[in-house]
């Protein structure tokens, strides 16, 4: 069945510091694939999606690129700042109406 | 910016229990979801709920759960006698459109879920 995977928090980072957290997936056919992220004390938030291979979807200066070849949807931010600090939940859809998530990264970023 | 609430925002309960969430989807959205994350878990698909019957559900949602959208605003979960494996974090989420591409999810800051 249709599954992601993200790499496991937490992840401390200095501000100012490049970020990644990787994300892969396995599903049937070509699905939609999603960043949400979740601040303290909030809900879910939609922070970028891409709807398609090679798209790039990207928001508040983070990034992700649909890679097909390699089943990836990595999320970057180039200069991560202490408001950034929150949980980062990778999902994919396949055209159903479920989401399927991953286990969420805790991002710390320390002043 | 119109958002969705859900209500409480912690509940304990004994095991054994009925249990009801309750979630208040954004006015204007057609499709309505529950997921739940236990601790350090996925977090996992339950349900989706179109036109006042349910659409999709997983094998999660078993007959303990049920679902219902008794007065055109309120989205609630039940469970029926709850167990202590179903402690966790339930989101309540909505959306505008079922489709792929215009489907966003907009999700509730949950309801802890503690059974004793």
């Known amino acids: 069945g249709n599954s992601v995977t993200q790499m496991e928090g937490p992840v401390t980072l200095s501000e100012e510091a490049f970020l990644t957290i990787n994300c892969t997936y396995t599903a049937t056919g070509y699905p939609s694939l999603f960043w949400y992220v979740q601040y303290p004390g909030e809900g879910l938030q939609l922070l970028l999606k891409a709807t398609k291979a090679d798209d790039k979807g990207s928001n508040k200066g983070f990034e992700a690129t649909y890679r097909k070849e390699t089943t990836s949807f990595h999320l970057e931010k180039g200069s991560v700042q202490v408001s950034d600090s929150a949980v980062y939940f990778c999902a994919s859809r396949s055209g159903t109406y479920k989401y399927i998530f991953g286990t969420g990264t805790r991002l710390k970023v320390l002043a | 910016e119109p958002e969705v609430t859900q209500t409480p925002s912690h509940q304990v309960t004994q095991m054994g229990q009925e249990v009801i969430l309750r979630c208040v989807p954004i006015s204007n959205h057609l499709y309505f979801y529950w997921y739940r994350q236990i601790l350090g878990q996925k977090v996992e698909f339950l349900v989706s709920?179109?036109?006042?019957?349910?659409?999709?559900k997983s094998e999660i949602f078993d007959d303990q759960f049920s679902v219902e959208r008794p007065d055109g605003s309120n989205f609630t979960l039940k469970i029926r006698s709850t167990k202590l494996e179903d402690s966790a974090m339930y989101f309540c989420?909505?959306?505008?459109?079922?489709?792929?591409?215009?489907?966003?999810?907009?999700f509730g800051e949950g309801s802890r879920l503690t059974v004793l």
């Open positions: 709920f179109y036109n006042n019957e349910i659409s999709e």
């Open positions: 989420a909505s959306s505008f459109s079922g489709r792929v591409n215009t489907g966003e999810l907009f």
